[in-house]
Protein backbone atom coordinates (compact mmCIF):
# COMPACT_ATOMS: atom_id res chain seq x y z
CA UNK A 1 0.00 0.00 0.00
CA UNK A 2 1.68 3.52 -0.95
CA UNK A 3 0.35 6.96 -0.31
CA UNK A 4 -0.72 8.39 -4.12
CA UNK A 5 -2.28 11.63 -5.42
CA UNK A 6 -5.48 10.73 -5.12
CA UNK A 7 -4.60 9.76 -1.14
CA UNK A 8 -2.66 13.48 -1.03
CA UNK A 9 -5.51 15.36 -2.14
CA UNK A 10 -7.91 13.99 0.23
CA UNK A 11 -5.24 14.50 2.95
CA UNK A 12 -4.85 17.87 1.94
CA UNK A 13 -8.69 18.54 1.82
CA UNK A 14 -8.17 18.07 6.00
CA UNK A 15 -5.41 19.67 6.82
CA UNK A 16 -7.24 23.40 7.10
CA UNK A 17 -10.21 21.93 8.96
CA UNK A 18 -8.47 20.74 12.25
CA UNK A 19 -9.85 23.65 14.46
CA UNK A 20 -13.27 22.84 13.00
CA UNK A 21 -13.25 19.23 14.12
CA UNK A 22 -12.35 20.31 17.78
CA UNK A 23 -14.97 23.48 17.91
CA UNK A 24 -18.05 21.73 16.47
CA UNK A 25 -17.59 18.69 18.72
CA UNK A 26 -17.45 21.24 21.89
CA UNK A 27 -20.44 22.82 20.95
CA UNK A 28 -22.32 19.94 20.45
CA UNK A 29 -20.83 18.60 23.91
CA UNK A 30 -22.27 21.96 25.92
CA UNK A 31 -25.71 20.30 25.00
CA UNK A 32 -27.01 17.46 27.71
CA UNK A 33 -27.99 14.63 25.87
CA UNK A 34 -28.02 11.60 28.02
CA UNK A 35 -29.77 8.77 26.79
CA UNK A 36 -33.51 9.42 28.52
CA UNK A 37 -33.08 13.46 27.92
CA UNK A 38 -35.42 13.41 25.35
CA UNK A 39 -35.39 17.16 24.54
CA UNK A 40 -31.43 17.29 24.95
CA UNK A 41 -31.07 14.21 22.58
CA UNK A 42 -33.67 16.31 19.90
CA UNK A 43 -31.78 19.59 20.37
CA UNK A 44 -28.32 17.32 19.46
CA UNK A 45 -30.50 15.64 16.73
CA UNK A 46 -30.88 19.65 15.05
CA UNK A 47 -27.09 20.32 15.29
CA UNK A 48 -26.29 17.14 13.77
CA UNK A 49 -28.74 17.48 10.69
CA UNK A 50 -27.22 20.99 10.21
CA UNK A 51 -23.69 20.06 10.44
CA UNK A 52 -24.12 16.98 7.96
CA UNK A 53 -26.31 18.54 5.35
CA UNK A 54 -22.98 19.86 3.16
CA UNK A 55 -22.52 16.37 2.09
CA UNK A 56 -23.78 15.28 -0.66
CA UNK A 57 -26.35 12.74 0.83
CA UNK A 58 -29.78 11.78 1.94
CA UNK A 59 -30.42 12.85 5.09
CA UNK A 60 -33.48 11.59 7.13
CA UNK A 61 -34.59 11.08 10.66
CA UNK A 62 -34.96 7.34 11.40
CA UNK A 63 -37.95 5.86 13.71
CA UNK A 64 -36.42 3.52 16.93
CA UNK A 65 -38.14 0.98 18.05
CA UNK A 66 -39.75 0.34 21.42
CA UNK A 67 -38.64 -1.87 23.98
CA UNK A 68 -39.58 -2.84 28.04
CA UNK A 69 -38.66 -2.31 31.04
CA UNK A 70 -38.96 -3.35 34.43
CA UNK A 71 -40.07 -0.96 37.05
CA UNK A 72 -38.61 -1.03 40.62
CA UNK A 73 -41.80 -2.58 41.49
CA UNK A 74 -41.79 -5.47 39.09
CA UNK A 75 -44.14 -3.57 36.65
CA UNK A 76 -43.44 -3.75 33.04
CA UNK A 77 -43.43 -0.56 30.66
CA UNK A 78 -43.20 0.43 27.31
CA UNK A 79 -39.87 2.77 26.43
CA UNK A 80 -39.70 4.97 23.66
CA UNK A 81 -36.22 6.55 22.06
CA UNK A 82 -35.38 9.45 20.17
CA UNK A 83 -35.11 9.09 16.41
CA UNK A 84 -31.52 8.38 14.67
CA UNK A 85 -30.36 9.78 12.21
CA UNK A 86 -29.52 7.83 8.97
CA UNK A 87 -27.02 9.27 6.21
CA UNK A 88 -27.10 7.61 3.06
CA UNK A 89 -24.84 8.37 -0.31
CA UNK A 90 -24.30 6.60 -3.35
CA UNK A 91 -26.66 3.54 -2.50
CA UNK A 92 -26.26 1.95 -5.79
CA UNK A 93 -22.34 1.99 -5.62
CA UNK A 94 -20.84 -1.15 -6.15
CA UNK A 95 -18.95 -1.27 -2.27
CA UNK A 96 -21.01 -0.22 0.04
CA UNK A 97 -19.66 1.37 3.68
CA UNK A 98 -21.44 1.32 7.03
CA UNK A 99 -20.36 4.62 9.54
CA UNK A 100 -21.86 4.17 12.69
CA UNK A 101 -21.92 6.67 16.17
CA UNK A 102 -24.18 7.58 19.25
CA UNK A 103 -25.18 11.17 20.15
CA UNK A 104 -26.36 9.44 23.45
CA UNK A 105 -23.82 10.14 26.73
CA UNK A 106 -24.33 8.28 30.29
CA UNK A 107 -24.75 11.91 31.78
CA UNK A 108 -28.39 12.66 32.92
CA UNK A 109 -29.98 16.37 32.41
CA UNK A 110 -29.61 16.37 36.43
CA UNK A 111 -25.19 15.86 36.19
CA UNK A 112 -23.42 18.30 37.69
CA UNK A 113 -20.99 17.63 34.37
CA UNK A 114 -22.83 19.21 31.46
CA UNK A 115 -19.75 21.39 29.60
CA UNK A 116 -16.55 21.14 28.44
CA UNK A 117 -13.28 23.13 29.23
CA UNK A 118 -9.59 23.06 28.92
CA UNK A 119 -6.95 21.06 31.58
CA UNK A 120 -3.94 22.61 32.06
CA UNK A 121 -2.12 19.90 30.14
CA UNK A 122 -4.17 20.91 27.29
CA UNK A 123 -6.83 17.74 27.07
CA UNK A 124 -10.48 18.72 26.64
CA UNK A 125 -13.01 17.84 29.35
CA UNK A 126 -16.83 17.58 28.55
CA UNK A 127 -19.50 14.99 28.92
CA UNK A 128 -18.87 12.94 25.59
CA UNK A 129 -15.85 14.71 23.80
CA UNK A 130 -14.40 11.30 24.12
CA UNK A 131 -17.32 9.29 24.03
CA UNK A 132 -18.79 10.01 21.43
CA UNK A 133 -19.33 13.30 19.98
CA UNK A 134 -15.48 13.96 19.14
CA UNK A 135 -15.81 10.69 17.03
CA UNK A 136 -18.87 11.95 15.28
CA UNK A 137 -16.94 15.13 14.40
CA UNK A 138 -13.96 12.90 13.04
CA UNK A 139 -16.54 10.59 11.19
CA UNK A 140 -17.80 13.83 9.80
CA UNK A 141 -14.51 14.96 9.06
CA UNK A 142 -13.20 11.78 7.24
CA UNK A 143 -16.47 12.03 4.87
CA UNK A 144 -15.81 15.29 3.51
CA UNK A 145 -12.58 14.95 2.73
CA UNK A 146 -13.56 11.70 0.63
CA UNK A 147 -16.06 13.53 -1.03
CA UNK A 148 -12.67 15.14 -3.09
CA UNK A 149 -11.38 11.46 -3.91
CA UNK A 150 -11.66 11.21 -7.96
CA UNK A 151 -12.86 7.96 -7.08
CA UNK A 152 -15.13 8.24 -4.55
CA UNK A 153 -18.26 6.74 -6.96
CA UNK A 154 -16.89 3.60 -6.42
CA UNK A 155 -17.89 3.46 -2.91
CA UNK A 156 -21.35 4.08 -1.42
CA UNK A 157 -22.08 5.13 2.86
CA UNK A 158 -24.77 5.28 4.92
CA UNK A 159 -23.86 6.79 8.48
CA UNK A 160 -26.16 5.64 11.51
CA UNK A 161 -25.97 7.97 14.39
CA UNK A 162 -28.64 6.26 17.50
CA UNK A 163 -29.72 7.76 20.16
CA UNK A 164 -29.41 5.18 22.86
CA UNK A 165 -26.03 3.51 22.18
CA UNK A 166 -25.35 3.68 26.21
CA UNK A 167 -28.28 1.91 27.09
CA UNK A 168 -27.20 -1.12 24.86
CA UNK A 169 -29.30 0.24 21.60
CA UNK A 170 -32.41 -1.30 22.36
CA UNK A 171 -33.67 1.25 19.83
CA UNK A 172 -31.63 1.23 17.11
CA UNK A 173 -30.28 -2.29 16.73
CA UNK A 174 -32.83 -3.39 14.31
CA UNK A 175 -31.55 -0.71 12.00
CA UNK A 176 -27.74 -1.80 12.86
CA UNK A 177 -28.63 -5.16 12.10
CA UNK A 178 -30.47 -4.07 8.92
CA UNK A 179 -27.38 -2.32 7.76
CA UNK A 180 -24.49 -4.80 8.58
CA UNK A 181 -26.36 -7.24 6.79
CA UNK A 182 -26.49 -4.81 3.50
CA UNK A 183 -22.86 -3.32 4.20
CA UNK A 184 -19.29 -4.84 3.16
CA UNK A 185 -17.01 -2.77 5.80
CA UNK A 186 -17.87 -0.96 8.87
CA UNK A 187 -16.17 2.04 10.55
CA UNK A 188 -18.00 2.85 13.93
CA UNK A 189 -16.19 6.02 16.20
CA UNK A 190 -16.10 5.09 19.67
CA UNK A 191 -12.66 6.52 21.23
CA UNK A 192 -9.88 4.22 20.97
CA UNK A 193 -7.78 3.27 24.25
CA UNK A 194 -6.03 6.09 26.17
CA UNK A 195 -2.85 4.95 24.25
CA UNK A 196 -4.65 5.06 21.05
CA UNK A 197 -4.39 1.74 20.28
CA UNK A 198 -7.98 0.06 18.99
CA UNK A 199 -9.89 -2.15 20.37
CA UNK A 200 -9.97 -5.99 19.07
CA UNK A 201 -11.96 -8.37 19.92
CA UNK A 202 -14.91 -7.99 22.29
CA UNK A 203 -17.45 -10.04 24.59
CA UNK A 204 -20.41 -10.16 24.37
CA UNK A 205 -23.49 -8.97 26.70
CA UNK A 206 -26.82 -9.73 28.31
CA UNK A 207 -29.18 -7.81 30.52
CA UNK A 208 -31.13 -9.55 32.48
CA UNK A 209 -33.91 -8.22 35.35
CA UNK A 210 -35.71 -11.39 37.30
CA UNK A 211 -39.30 -10.30 39.08
CA UNK A 212 -39.30 -11.91 42.43
CA UNK A 213 -43.24 -12.01 43.29
CA UNK A 214 -43.78 -13.54 47.23
CA UNK A 215 -46.95 -13.19 49.81
CA UNK A 216 -47.05 -10.11 52.14
CA UNK A 217 -47.74 -10.45 55.76
CA UNK A 218 -47.52 -9.24 59.32
CA UNK A 219 -43.81 -9.80 60.22
CA UNK A 220 -44.54 -10.56 63.77
CA UNK A 221 -48.60 -12.05 63.69
CA UNK A 222 -48.21 -14.12 60.61
CA UNK A 223 -44.81 -14.31 59.39
CA UNK A 224 -45.39 -18.30 58.38
CA UNK A 225 -48.14 -16.66 56.27
CA UNK A 226 -45.81 -14.60 54.03
CA UNK A 227 -43.38 -15.58 50.78
CA UNK A 228 -40.38 -13.42 51.31
CA UNK A 229 -39.42 -11.93 47.87
CA UNK A 230 -36.20 -10.18 49.08
CA UNK A 231 -35.06 -13.71 50.51
CA UNK A 232 -35.87 -15.10 46.92
CA UNK A 233 -33.88 -12.59 45.44
CA UNK A 234 -31.35 -12.90 47.60
CA UNK A 235 -30.76 -16.70 47.49
CA UNK A 236 -30.99 -16.49 43.67
CA UNK A 237 -28.87 -13.43 43.46
CA UNK A 238 -26.55 -15.96 44.86
CA UNK A 239 -26.57 -18.84 42.91
CA UNK A 240 -25.97 -16.50 40.02
CA UNK A 241 -23.06 -15.20 41.24
CA UNK A 242 -21.62 -18.20 42.22
CA UNK A 243 -21.48 -19.07 37.99
CA UNK A 244 -18.30 -16.92 37.94
CA UNK A 245 -15.56 -18.72 37.92
CA UNK A 246 -17.05 -22.10 36.45
CA UNK A 247 -16.40 -21.14 32.67
CA UNK A 248 -13.39 -18.96 31.20
CA UNK A 249 -13.99 -15.04 30.38
CA UNK A 250 -17.41 -15.62 31.53
CA UNK A 251 -18.88 -13.03 34.61
CA UNK A 252 -22.32 -12.33 35.98
CA UNK A 253 -22.35 -8.97 37.81
CA UNK A 254 -25.31 -8.54 40.16
CA UNK A 255 -25.95 -5.22 39.80
CA UNK A 256 -28.82 -4.59 41.99
CA UNK A 257 -31.66 -5.68 44.24
CA UNK A 258 -35.06 -3.27 43.86
CA UNK A 259 -38.14 -4.22 46.16
CA UNK A 260 -38.65 -4.57 49.57
CA UNK A 261 -41.07 -3.00 52.45
CA UNK A 262 -40.75 -1.45 56.04
CA UNK A 263 -39.21 -3.44 58.76
CA UNK A 264 -42.53 -5.00 60.15
CA UNK A 265 -44.01 -6.50 56.52
CA UNK A 266 -42.43 -9.89 54.68
CA UNK A 267 -41.83 -8.39 50.88
CA UNK A 268 -44.15 -9.50 48.36
CA UNK A 269 -41.54 -8.66 45.53
CA UNK A 270 -37.99 -7.73 44.33
CA UNK A 271 -35.90 -7.27 41.11
CA UNK A 272 -32.89 -8.61 40.72
CA UNK A 273 -30.89 -6.91 37.67
CA UNK A 274 -27.76 -8.59 36.36
CA UNK A 275 -25.24 -8.19 33.45
CA UNK A 276 -23.58 -10.86 31.57
CA UNK A 277 -20.00 -10.92 29.68
CA UNK A 278 -19.13 -13.62 27.45
CA UNK A 279 -16.09 -14.36 24.97
CA UNK A 280 -17.67 -16.07 22.46
CA UNK A 281 -20.65 -18.09 21.25
CA UNK A 282 -20.33 -21.81 22.91
CA UNK A 283 -20.38 -19.84 26.65
CA UNK A 284 -23.10 -17.09 25.90
CA UNK A 285 -25.33 -20.56 25.35
CA UNK A 286 -23.60 -22.01 28.78
CA UNK A 287 -24.31 -18.90 30.74
CA UNK A 288 -28.06 -18.43 29.11
CA UNK A 289 -28.70 -22.29 29.95
CA UNK A 290 -27.42 -21.65 33.51
CA UNK A 291 -29.51 -18.41 34.23
CA UNK A 292 -32.32 -20.48 33.09
CA UNK A 293 -31.30 -23.29 34.98
CA UNK A 294 -31.56 -21.00 38.33
CA UNK A 295 -34.16 -18.96 37.33
CA UNK A 296 -36.40 -21.75 36.71
CA UNK A 297 -37.10 -22.84 40.10
CA UNK A 298 -38.20 -20.54 43.05
CA UNK A 299 -35.79 -20.86 45.93
CA UNK A 300 -39.03 -22.24 48.10
CA UNK A 301 -42.55 -22.17 48.39
CA UNK A 302 -45.01 -19.07 47.69
CA UNK A 303 -42.21 -17.56 45.25
CA UNK A 304 -42.80 -16.71 41.47
CA UNK A 305 -40.27 -15.68 39.17
CA UNK A 306 -40.36 -14.10 35.59
CA UNK A 307 -37.07 -13.42 33.78
CA UNK A 308 -36.94 -10.16 31.21
CA UNK A 309 -33.88 -9.48 28.98
CA UNK A 310 -31.30 -11.92 27.36
CA UNK A 311 -28.43 -11.40 25.37
CA UNK A 312 -28.76 -8.05 24.11
CA UNK A 313 -24.44 -8.08 22.13
CA UNK A 314 -23.23 -10.99 20.62
CA UNK A 315 -19.67 -11.36 21.06
CA UNK A 316 -16.99 -10.12 18.40
CA UNK A 317 -13.83 -12.19 18.00
CA UNK A 318 -10.99 -11.93 16.00
CA UNK A 319 -11.73 -14.36 12.88
CA UNK A 320 -10.28 -14.02 9.61
CA UNK A 321 -12.29 -11.33 8.33
CA UNK A 322 -11.62 -8.90 11.17
CA UNK A 323 -7.61 -10.21 10.92
CA UNK A 324 -7.43 -8.82 7.43
CA UNK A 325 -9.01 -5.83 7.98
CA UNK A 326 -7.09 -4.79 11.13
CA UNK A 327 -3.93 -5.63 8.80
CA UNK A 328 -5.21 -3.33 6.09
CA UNK A 329 -6.06 -0.35 9.01
CA UNK A 330 -2.28 -0.81 9.69
CA UNK A 331 -0.96 -0.42 6.84
CA UNK A 332 -2.97 2.70 6.23
CA UNK A 333 -1.67 3.89 9.30
CA UNK A 334 1.66 3.34 8.64
CA UNK A 335 1.45 5.28 5.54
CA UNK A 336 0.63 8.37 7.87
CA UNK A 337 3.20 7.61 10.53
CA UNK A 338 0.75 6.14 13.21
CA UNK A 339 1.06 3.52 14.97
CA UNK A 340 -2.17 1.03 14.57
CA UNK A 341 -2.27 -1.30 17.68
CA UNK A 342 -5.25 -3.37 19.10
CA UNK A 343 -6.11 -5.47 21.96
CA UNK A 344 -9.47 -7.34 23.28
CA UNK A 345 -11.98 -5.26 25.18
CA UNK A 346 -14.60 -6.74 27.44
CA UNK A 347 -16.35 -3.64 26.63
CA UNK A 348 -19.49 -3.76 23.95
CA UNK A 349 -20.57 -1.28 21.44
CA UNK A 350 -22.29 -1.05 18.01
CA UNK A 351 -19.20 -3.01 16.36
CA UNK A 352 -20.58 -6.19 17.94
CA UNK A 353 -24.28 -5.34 16.63
CA UNK A 354 -22.31 -4.94 13.35
CA UNK A 355 -20.60 -7.89 13.62
CA UNK A 356 -23.27 -9.88 14.03
CA UNK A 357 -25.13 -9.18 11.19
CA UNK A 358 -22.20 -10.14 9.25
CA UNK A 359 -20.30 -6.63 8.78
CA UNK A 360 -16.41 -7.10 9.37
CA UNK A 361 -15.85 -3.38 11.24
CA UNK A 362 -13.26 -1.72 13.29
CA UNK A 363 -15.48 0.26 16.07
CA UNK A 364 -12.59 2.18 17.76
CA UNK A 365 -11.76 5.22 15.16
CA UNK A 366 -12.54 7.76 16.96
CA UNK A 367 -10.62 10.13 19.37
CA UNK A 368 -8.03 9.45 21.53
CA UNK A 369 -9.29 9.50 25.29
CA UNK A 370 -10.07 8.28 28.40
CA UNK A 371 -11.76 7.79 31.97
CA UNK A 372 -15.20 7.73 29.81
CA UNK A 373 -18.52 7.85 31.26
CA UNK A 374 -16.98 9.77 33.95
CA UNK A 375 -16.68 13.47 34.96
CA UNK A 376 -13.26 13.06 34.23
CA UNK A 377 -13.17 12.04 30.76
CA UNK A 378 -11.12 13.47 28.19
CA UNK A 379 -9.73 13.77 24.80
CA UNK A 380 -6.55 14.86 22.98
CA UNK A 381 -6.79 18.25 20.88
CA UNK A 382 -4.48 16.74 18.41
CA UNK A 383 -5.74 13.54 17.61
CA UNK A 384 -8.85 14.53 15.74
CA UNK A 385 -7.23 15.70 12.82
CA UNK A 386 -4.96 12.69 13.57
CA UNK A 387 -8.04 10.35 13.67
CA UNK A 388 -9.74 12.47 10.64
CA UNK A 389 -6.67 11.41 8.46
CA UNK A 390 -6.19 7.40 9.14
CA UNK A 391 -10.42 7.51 8.18
CA UNK A 392 -10.07 9.79 5.23
CA UNK A 393 -7.16 7.45 4.37
CA UNK A 394 -8.86 4.16 4.85
CA UNK A 395 -11.62 5.57 2.48
CA UNK A 396 -9.43 6.21 0.24
CA UNK A 397 -8.12 2.84 -0.02
CA UNK A 398 -11.26 1.30 -0.24
CA UNK A 399 -12.12 3.64 -3.12
CA UNK A 400 -9.26 2.03 -5.16
CA UNK A 401 -9.53 -1.43 -4.31
CA UNK A 402 -6.55 -1.26 -2.41
CA UNK A 403 -8.53 -2.39 0.56
CA UNK A 404 -10.33 -5.21 -0.55
CA UNK A 405 -14.16 -4.68 0.55
CA UNK A 406 -15.98 -7.34 -1.26
CA UNK A 407 -13.45 -9.77 0.56
CA UNK A 408 -13.66 -9.17 3.26
CA UNK A 409 -17.34 -9.43 3.72
CA UNK A 410 -16.79 -12.68 2.20
CA UNK A 411 -14.35 -13.68 4.68
CA UNK A 412 -16.80 -12.85 7.39
CA UNK A 413 -19.80 -14.65 5.53
CA UNK A 414 -17.84 -17.68 5.49
CA UNK A 415 -17.90 -17.63 9.30
CA UNK A 416 -21.19 -16.91 10.25
Known sequence: MELHPNDERVLAALAPRAGELI??????????????HTDGLLGVLDALELAFSPLPAKIERVGTATSTSVASDGSITTDHYAPA????????????????????????????FQTLSVRDDGALNGPGIADMKGGISVMLGALEAFEAHPLKDNVGWTALLSPDE????????PLLAELGAKGHIGLTYEPSLPDGTLAGERKGSGNYHLIVNGKAAHA????????????????????????????????????????????????????????????????????????????????????????????????KPIDASQTALFNAVKSAGDLL????????????????????????????????GGDIHSDQEYAWPDSFLERARLSALILSKIASGEIDAKRLKQLRLETL
Open 23 to 36: ERAIAWVNVNSGSR
Open 85 to 112: LKISCRPDAPVQLVLTGHYDTVFDASSP
Open 166 to 173: EIGSPGSA
Open 220 to 315: GRAFHEGANAIAAAAIIATRLHALNGQREGVTVNVSKIDGGSPLNVVADNAVVRFNVRVPDAQSASWVVDAIAEITSEPPFDGISLHLHGGMTRAP
Open 337 to 368: GQSIRWQPSGGVCEGNNLHAAGLPNVDTLGVI
